[in-house]
């Protein structure tokens, strides 16, 4: 049966349309189960009814055309509920609806499951017997599986408008306004022109791209097919004396396959249809793939392995030779899977308008990053069929997570109008650049730029901000194919601190591990948020601590604005071995000669075991710096680029909001200083709060800078502290974040937490 639920799952996913889909599930599905009849209900929200798409089994006529409301029919039963229901004699429920068009008279034992996305019901999957018994208990799971795969192929359609063309809908009703569901990942309004990106050699994750020139894709995709050839030759002789004779005729079926008229064939008639040769290429061996899996004989169904290794091969040839024709118009949204650094960078200066990502969260790097750049971007939009948007016109909604594809017009030009406002207010708040962040009770609350590229240091500075509160030392680690050298580091934090001076600039000590991985440096792991990561790696490692502690301190000679800050710190006996090695540094400068100072050593509060012995931390340190970012994660058990549970991550989560203020408490009874360099910071609504906590400062990013200045600027401590007050008593985070909202609303400034002005 699992044998049977992988193909079906399989051809589910590779259907190119959802009409497909259903035709294969309903046939699969009565073939597995050995049931009369097996039929997929659609529900349309807008009519209120469920409607019959496809079936085998009942009069394939009665398809579009039966339709049950809301409270009609068995069928109806099973989405009000949720859950399945299973009769042994269905014609004497008192749910019983009967159409005389479909034939199904003659069917008694009945069983339906719902077809369930994010807690949404979108139809409802069903098997029928003319046997008066009830389905087994194998059945049910066996449907229940189904229904659940078949559920992300129905959202996908639902995202792409493909339900709403399906089910007919009168035009007011399809004018393609209804957005994609996403996560807030930078703030700002995007309207512009989708261009997809995607992982090299990945044969799934290529869209379907429109050309123009038909001859020049065939002459690449023929290219690549010679390369191929030639590689598999030369790997087959390479190999010939270490591989048995049956061994080396896997490479041996490569040729035959490459030569063959049906995999050529095939995708030089997808090009000639209008497909650029990556597309065509996958159409043509998802197809093959298709074929094989289906077969029962055990060897020729793993085939379709090594016809999908052998499109891998071919893709990656088809690649190198299109990597340098992407082309990015002017109002580029970039859309992916997964959207890296290096994606965002291969963007023109000044075309890139916004950032969509299928997966990750607001504190996913991309996201900070898009914020550092001032884009706006969506994360988490896991419902948005990437495959088959690229070239579509796109809005991306970085305050709510929105995103329209093919938006209607009244759409399109109602987020023109928000973009316009927006940009107005952009204007007016940029005349606060030089202003000083000072409440109106007179108290400075000093506001830092978090960066980690050196490109980015400049414009911070000219953005208003009165140092770097986290610069990420990361970032130099993960550019090269090496680590970097003592005399590289040291240039690269001269170049930093020089800018700023005579500000503080905090330099963060190395912390990868989790979603921040080394080329050369690899760490695989099941859990790496709980696993190898920050302090601890380099506290295993003390011959990386010593080499950047000793670049970092040798780049303050003369400025004395350095001041580090250790991650991921969760014992006491952490913090004393980090700073036995910073000293041990320091010590050998001295011998050196060199003119060192001790800078200030802070630690962050990011783990919950921080923020139970912050008493004991701060005995030890100058000052703290407030990870919220990793805080809220592990406090909420959420993982932060997981697009499943990103929702439920939530800085304004009561349990984090009590954690920090408890941590501030800790730091004020030592009388170090506390700042927070989370996201969070950056957030106008949350820096209400953490104003009204005693947070001594804030750090985000630079575009958040004037923002964040005008809730300063507007607010008195008292009136911020009593704010900090009605918050505590909150049990819920939106319940808090749209009290915080309506703050904004209210003295007019609506524009900083929400589109338009």
Known sequence: MLDVLRRIV????????????????????KQAMSADVCSVYLSDENLKQHVLMATEGLNPESVGNIRLGFDEGLVSLVASRAELVNLGNAPEHPRYYYFPESGEEKFNGFLGVPIIHHRKVLGVLIVQSMRTEKFDQDSETFLITIASQLAGAMAHAAASGEIDRILKQTDHLNDNSKPISGLPGGPGVAVG????????????????????????????????????????????????????????????????????????????????????????????????????????????????DDIYDLGQRVLSHI???????????????????????????????????????????RTSHVAILARALGIPAVMGAKDLPVGRIDGCPVIADGYSGNVFVSPSRSVREEY????????????????????????????????????????????????????????????PFMIRQR?????????????????????????????????????????????????????????????IFL??????????????????????????AELADSKFLINRAYEELLEEGLEVKLPKIGVMIEVPAAVYQADSLAKRVDFFSIGTNDLTQYLLAVDRNNANVAGLYDSLHPAVLRAIYQTVQSAKRHNIPVSVCGEMAGDPAAAL????????????????????????????????????????????GQTIRQYLN????????????????
Do not use: C
């Open 547 to 572: 080499v950047q502690v000793r670049a970092m301190m040798r780049a303050a000679i003369g400025l004395n604005n350095l001041n580090i800050l250790l991650p991921m710190i969760t014992t006491v």
């Open 416 to 475: 023109i109008r928000l973009a316009k406002e927006e940009a107005e207010l952009s204007s007016e708040l940029m005349t606060l650049r030089d202003q000083p962040a000072m409440t109106k009770d007179q108290v400075h609350i000093p506001l830092f730029a978090n960066t980690g590229l050196l490109s980015d240091v400049t414009p911070s500075l000219h953005s208003g901000a009165e140092g770097i509160g986290l610069y990420r030392t990361e970032f």
């Open 689 to 732: 709060v953490l104003i009204g906590m005693g947070i001594d400062s804030l750090s985000m990013s630079a575009s958040s800078l004037t923002r964040v200045k005008w809730v300063i600027r507007n607010i008195t401590i008292k009136r911020a502290q009593d704010l900090v007050t009605e918050v505590l008593e909150m049990e819920d």
């Open 483 to 543: 680590f970097p050298s003592e005399e590289e580091q040291y240039r690269i934090y001269r170049q930093v601190l020089e800018v700023f001076h005579p500000r503080p600039v905090t330099l963060r000590t190395l912390d990868v591990g989790g979603d921040k991985a080394l080329p050369y440096f690899p760490i695989e792991e099941d859990n790496p948020f709980l696993g190898w990561r920050g302090i601890r790696i380099t506290l295993d490692h003390p011959e």
């Open 10 to 29: 399989e051809e589910v996913n590779n259907a190119p349309n959802l009409d497909q889909a259903l035709t294969a599930i309903v046939h699969r599905v």
């Open 319 to 361: 690649q190198r030779t299109n990597q340098k024709k992407m082309e990015y118009p002017s109002d580029t949204v970039l859309i992916g899977e997964e959207i890296n650094a290096s994606m965002l960078a291969e963007v023109p200066a000044g075309r890139l308008k916004g950032v969509v990502s299928a997966r990750g969260s």
């Open 193 to 304: 022109t989708a261009v997809v990106v995607y992982p090299l050699a990945d044969l799934k994750a290529i869209p379907e791209r429109k050309i123009q020139d038909i001859e020049a894709e065939i002459a690449i995709f023929n290219s690549a097919i010679e390369s191929v050839r030639e590689e598999i030759i030369a790997l087959s002789a390479r190999l010939a004396e270490r591989l048995p004779t049956e061994d080396r005729a896997l490479f041996d079926a490569y040729l035959l396959m490459l030569d063959s008229e049906s995999l050529a064939g095939e995708t030089l008639a997808h090009i000639r249809e209008g497909n650029w040769a990556a597309g065509a290429l996958r159409l043509t061996i998802m197809e093959h793939v298709k074929v094989f899996r289906e077969m029962e004989d055990p060897y020729l169904s793993e085939r379709a």
């Open 742 to 757: 309506s703050r904004f609303e209210m003295s007019g400034m609506g524009g900083l937490v929400r589109a338009g002005k």
